[in-house]
């Protein structure tokens, strides 16, 4: 009885200080800094117009600092994350994203990964399950 208690003690303590941290961590966060992380999330989802499969964070020519900037000045306007890369999307086509969209052909290539790690991991277990039941 008392082991009980004094574990239910433990864990309240422990969701205290959990939940604390990260009530603290939100308060840390300026408009800036908020600002600063979502353009960051911005660019690691864009590509240089120009250079071959560089990411937008990586690419030093004068136009990705633009783009860089103009990521910025949207944000600081109050445009959401969605608009400012449907906004790149439109200026510079489809390419500057850095991801893969699932649609069309994209969305083949999709499943035929998830095919491809599922299947086998299935194809492994039922294996395994017939060997422990000692059924050939």
């Known amino acids: 009885m008392k082991i009980k ?4 003690i433990l864990l309240v303590t422990i ?10 961590s939100v308060a840390a966060q300026t408009p800036e800094s908020s600002i600063e992380s979502q353009a960051l999330a911005i660019e690691d ?12 964070t990586t690419c030093a020519l ?32 489809t390419q500057i994203r850095s991801g893969l969209s699932p649609t069309g052909f994209n969305l083949w290539l999709w499943s035929w990964t998830a095919a491809s790690i599922i299947i086998p991991i299935i ?14």
């Open 62 to 93: 004068a136009l990705c600092n633009d783009i860089k900037n103009s990521i910025r000045t949207q944000l600081a306007d109050g445009r959401s994350p969605d608009n400012i890369l449907l906004f790149f999307e439109e200026s510079y086509g």
């Open 45 to 56: 989802q864009l590509r240089c117009p120009v250079c071959v499969n560089e990411g937008l």
């Open 15 to 24: 969701l205290m200080c959990i939940s604390l941290g990260a009530v603290t």
């Open 123 to 136: 194809a492994i277990f039922l294996i395994i399950n017939r060997l422990r039941n000692g059924t050939n």
């Open 5 to 8: 208690t004094l574990n239910r």
